[in-house]
Structures are given as structure tokens and as C-alpha cells.
């Protein structure tokens, strides 16, 4: 079965720090991979997705992440967080081409941002 | 447009009470997803609508789970005969089509005492 690993819960940074998070996923054939962000009350969002081509892949707010088919993973960077990037991110992969596109997510990582 | 959005916000039951969470998703929306959140931990898929078509049911957890989208719009998830491990949050998603970026409702957070 797919399951999506997520190594940080909880990562403290200060401002102007750079951000990386990582996320590795276990699944043998083609998939589609994605970042998820949920602001303090407010709902889950995209941050940014991968399916096929140019493995770094640029999302809003200055965020990217690098698949790396060989070591499964797909880890989220920044080069300088801000304070408004306190959130929870959630890394998600749903099998290409699969009956449905439901999605496998990680169990989050709590990033909080000092001022 | 207007998001994903879901009723009601929160749920408190009683254990052995029944409950009914109700999805709208976004208008022209084909595909509707139920995923489960419980606490500390990411969403987990309970099941799939494309349109009226339940395709997908297998992450339910149980018989006491049951979810309808009969016209093809809004969609209910009912839990029968609540039980404590039933608190989490539901949550509501949908995309244009299945392979389309999934936009999530805000949630119902259900708390069965």
C-alpha cells in the first residue's frame, strides 16, 4: 500500500531562515505528488503539485519542491521564510492513473515562524 | 466562485447517536471526496463521488458509515451509532474532474462524547 512519511512534526525557525521539510513516499510505479498548506483557521490549500516533467517545481508564495524519483522523495524548500508561513504542510500522493485520484497524506509537519 | 463549503462546523454527539455532515462543493464540480482527519494526523480518504456515482468506498471504516451525493451536487456523510473513536474532522474536497486539483471545504469537526 502507498504511504507518504514526513520526517519533521514540528519545525521552529526565525525569520529569513531557509525552510526545508521533507517527505518520502513508498509506491513502485508512476505517481503524482503534492504539498498541501492549512493557515491557523483556515482550510487546507495547495501549495504546489508534480506530474510529470521539470522535476522542481515552483509553487505560491516562493515555495518549491524537488522530486527525486530515485530516493522517493519530494521535499519542500524555501529560501527565506516569513513569519505568515506558520502553518501546518502536508505532503499528499495519489497513484497516476489510478481507479480514483485519492490522495495519501502525510501526517503533517507544524512549522511555526519566529518573528 | 464560492469554495467548498460544509455544515455544520462543528458536532458534538452523544455516544450511539446518529449525525449527518453535509458537503457543497464547488458549483460544476464532478468529483467529491470524504477524507477523515483525526487529531495529529493528515487526511485519510474515506470515499469518492464522480457525480451521483459512488466509484470509491473503501476507506469507510465501517457499516456505520454512509455517504450519498443523489443529484450529483451536495453530499451527505452519515455516521450511524456514533462512537468515541468516530471524533475527527471530516473533510469535504472537490475537483472539476478526477484528475483536477482537489479544493477542500473548511471542515466538521465532530466530537462524540
Known amino acids: 500500500a502507498q504511504s507518504v512519511s514526513q520526517h519533521n512534526h514540528h519545525v521552529i525557525l526565525s525569520e529569513a531562515a531557509s525552510l526545508e521539510l521533507g517527505c518520502n513516499y513508498s509506491?513502485?510505479?508512476?505517481?503524482?505528488l503534492f504539498w498541501y498548506v492549512q493557515y491557523p483557521g483556515q482550510h487546507l490549500q495547495l501549495l504546489l503539485k508534480?506530474?510529470?516533467?521539470?522535476?522542481l517545481v515552483k509553487g505560491i508564495k516562493g515555495f518549491e519542491a524537488e522530486f527525486i524519483k530515485s530516493k522517493f522523495s519530494f521535499n519542500l524548500r524555501k529560501p527565506s521564510v516569513q513569519w505568515s508561513d506558520t502553518a501546518e504542510y502536508f505532503c499528499a500522493v495519489n497513484a497516476d492513473r489510478s481507479a480514483t485520484n485519492k490522495l495519501i497524506f502525510g501526517t503533517g509537519t507544524l512549522l511555526a515562524v519566529q518573528p | 466562485g464560492a469554495g467548498v463549503s460544509q455544515s455544520p462546523r462543528y458536532k458534538v454527539a452523544k455516544r450511539g447517536q446518529d449525525v449527518a455532515l453535509r458537503c457543497d462543493p464547488i458549483?460544476?464540480?464532478?468529483?467529491l471526496f470524504w477524507y477523515q482527519q483525526a487529531l495529529g494526523q493528515g487526511p485519510e480518504f474515506l470515499t469518492y463521488f464522480q457525480n451521483e456515482a459512488q466509484l470509491d468506498k473503501s476507506g469507510l471504516p465501517s457499516d456505520r458509515f454512509f455517504a450519498e451525493r443523489p443529484e450529483g451536487s451536495v453530499s451527505t456523510l452519515k455516521i450511524q451509532r456514533t462512537q468515541q473513536e468516530d471524533s475527527a474532522v471530516y473533510l469535504c474536497?472537490?475537483?472539476?474532474?478526477?484528475?483536477?486539483?482537489?479544493?477542500f471545504g473548511p471542515g466538521t469537526r465532530l466530537l462524540v462524547l
Open positions: 458549483s460544476g464540480h464532478v468529483s
Open positions: 474536497a472537490s475537483s472539476f474532474g478526477v484528475w483536477e486539483t482537489q479544493y
Open positions: 509506491y513502485g510505479g508512476t505517481v503524482n
Open positions: 508534480y506530474f510529470s516533467g521539470d522535476p
